[in-house]
């Protein structure tokens, strides 16, 4: 799940090349001699790349497949505190 933007309302080269990646894989057990009903393909991939409308700026691209769950944990100013901040999104 591509958070902020669904891969369906048009995608970067980023997104879309993740989704492809995420795609092939998923389809590639699903060839293989593996049955799928009882395993299957979770990943969280993460990309940070310059920002495609600001030359100054970074981007983090984050992908999830199946059960996996990407959380940043952030310092809390004046404090030894650190705060969770969901970055991706559970597909269910």
Same mark, same amino acid.
């Given at each position: 799940?591509?958070?902020?933007?669904?891969?369906?309302?048009?995608?970067?080269?980023?997104?879309?090349?993740?989704? %492809?990646?995420?795609?092939?894989?998923?389809? %590639?057990?699903? !060839?293989?001699?593996?049955?799928?009903?009882?395993?299957?393909?979770?990943?969280?991939?993460?990309?940070?790349?310059?920002?495609?409308?600001?030359?100054?700026?970074?981007?983090?691209?984050?992908?999830?497949?199946?059960?996996?769950? !990407?959380?940043?944990?952030? !310092?809390?100013?004046?404090?030894?505190?650190?705060?969770?901040?969901?970055?991706?999104?559970?597909?269910?």
């Amino acid at each position: 799940h591509l958070l902020h933007r669904d891969i369906s309302e048009g995608t970067s080269s980023i997104q879309h090349s993740i989704h %492809e990646s995420h795609t092939t894989c998923n389809d %590639e057990l699903r !060839a293989s001699e593996i049955v799928d009903t009882y395993s299957g393909t979770t990943s969280i991939s993460l990309l940070v790349h310059p920002d495609e409308h600001d030359d100054e700026a970074t981007s983090i691209t984050i992908s999830n497949v199946g059960d996996s769950r !990407a959380i940043l944990g952030t !310092a809390l100013p004046g404090s030894d505190t650190l705060r969770a901040v969901p970055l991706s999104k559970d597909q269910t």
